[in-house]
């Protein structure tokens, strides 16, 4: 028998463009952040295109940056992931929806219950980006002096990760019988309790929404640092990467695909999306005067 390998493609929606410039340039749509028309178009241009996902990156303060650059740059603002994929859940069938959410300034409560959400309301595209919040003033959106260090904030990832995924496992499959003529909506032996008692997190259940329609959400990170490899290595499907060589990107493809064996996964079970910054021209020449013009802006 043999395997095909298909290229897997996810677009990572600044719906602007990843261009700090790009808003200036001629024709750009200059609002597409807040602007749902457009974003219903990009999704559904992507779909058509045959993309795999749709991602949606998300940060808990404003960029940590001199107020100088900041100004010129349409990345400042974004809408919240769940309320915008959940939105565009109902404007797509296909393409995967993967949003960001933070192990560090959220609850695993909550976003067990977020993403079983919107896998039920896109029928099974939800993908969940793990980060850890690596901006410091987000620590004071939420009540707190200091950020947490590097390290403990992976610490807490991998245990808030195993908290999502048993929470989401909270109800079998089977478990909604609803039998109108017994008057027993479900069977009461296939609901579990997780329980959790750790060093992080303590947290009972059960999460009260049916088993997500994947089961569990697609798992996504982008950890580059070695914690951040290590979850990613224990728990991810995908990973984001953006690699500064061909061979920088070689070697962490090595060094993730042996960190699975290690931890006794497959190595298939984990696909590596590499970044690229696209333009697209007429022709070549095209596509390079462009890419001047923007680096210009
Ligand atoms: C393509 C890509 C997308 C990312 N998106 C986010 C994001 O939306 N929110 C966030 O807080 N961090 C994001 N990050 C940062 C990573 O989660 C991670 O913190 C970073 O790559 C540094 O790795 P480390 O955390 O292992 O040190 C992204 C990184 C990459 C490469």
């Known amino acids: 028998m043999t395997t095909q390998r298909q290229l897997k493609l996810g677009a990572f929606m600044r719906p602007v463009s990843i261009h700090t410039g790009a808003w200036r340039y001629p024709g750009a749509y200059r609002d597409a952040n807040f602007n749902f028309t457009h974003l219903k178009q990009f999704a559904q241009t992507l779909e058509k295109a045959r993309f795999d996902a749709f991602f949606m990156a998300d940060h808990l303060a404003l960029l940590n940056m001199p107020i100088d650059a900041l100004k010129r740059s349409h990345t400042a603002t974004s809408f919240e992931p769940f309320t915008l994929l959940s939105a565009l859940s109902q404007a ?20 067990a219950r977020r993403f079983a959400s919107l ?5 099974g595209r939800a993908g969940w980006n793990i980060v850890t919040t690596a901006n410091p003033d987000a620590a004071q959106n939420f009540g707190l002096e200091q950020a947490y260090a590097h390290d403990e904030r992976y610490a807490r990832a991998r245990e808030f990760y195993d908290v999502v995924t048993g929470l989401w496992d909270s109800w079998a499959d089977d478990a909604f019988i609803r039998d109108a003529d017994s008057g027993v909506y479900f069977d009461p032996d296939k609901l579990h309790t997780l329980n959790h008692q750790g060093r992080y997190l303590n947290v009972r259940g059960p999460l009260h929404i049916a088993r997500p329609v994947q089961g569990w959400p697609v798992i996504v990170q982008a950890g580059a640092s070695e914690p951040g490899r290590q979850l990613a290595a224990e728990t991810a499907e995908v990973i984001f990467v953006a690699p500064g ?32 910054f696209v333009v697209v021209g007429d022709t070549l020449e095209d596509a390079r005067r462009i890419r001047a013009h923007l680096d210009s802006l």
Not at 92 to 111: C, K, N, Q, W
């Open 245 to 276: 060589t061909l061979e920088e990107g070689r070697k962490f493809y090595a060094d993730i695909k042996r960190r699975m064996l290690a931890v006794g996964r497959h190595p298939d079970h984990l696909k590596i999306l590499p970044g690229a």
């Open 92 to 111: 797509t069938e296909y393409i995967g929806l993967v949003a960001t959410a933070s192990t560090t300034y959220d609850e695993p409560f909550h976003i």
């Open 119 to 123: 896998d039920h309301l896109s029928n």
